[in-house]
Nanobody, 126 residues
Framework: QVQLVESGGGLVQAGGSLRLSCTGS????????MGWFRQAPGKEREFVAV????????FYADSVKGRFTISRDNAKNTVYLQMDSLKSEDTAVYYC???????????????????WGQGTQVTVSS
């Protein structure tokens, strides 16, 4: 079993920055694909970014590419999402997700992840 706890959300003005953290327990995050998703009110949960367990490659949604950076600190068993140049449309609850296996699975599909955190609210004021 893997438990995930997010932190770092809050209220920020447009153009500002926030860093989200996702701390795992039960397994080392270095053995997991770790993803960030978000869900705005009235919308479906959507993919934001992932860092792969094999080699640490990263992949981003087009909407955040160049503004958000995902990284991993294996010693702290924590994955981060650095969010810069925030826009009002980035307002959402952000969720951390994890999975052991990626075989026949998509990095962007919600149902292809096995473990989820409780979410942290990010609000960007314009």
């Amino acid at each position: 079993q893997v438990q995930l706890v997010e932190s770092g959300g809050g209220l920020v003005q447009a153009g500002g920055s926030l860093r989200l953290s996702c701390t795992g327990s039960g397994r080392s995050v270095m053995w997991l694909d770790m993803g960030w998703f978000r869900q705005a009110p009235g919308k479906e949960r959507e993919f934001v970014a992932v860092i792969r367990r094999s080699g640490g490659s990263t992949f981003y949604a087009d909407s955040v590419k160049g503004r958000f950076t995902i990284s991993r600190d294996n010693a702290k068993n924590t994955v981060y999402l650095q969010m810069d140049s925030l826009k009002s449309e980035d307002t959402a609850v952000y969720y951390c997700a994890a999975r052991f296996t990626a075989i026949n699975r998509s990095v962007t599909t919600v149902t292809d992840y096995d473990y989820w955190g409780q979410g942290t609210q990010v609000t960007v004021s314009s």
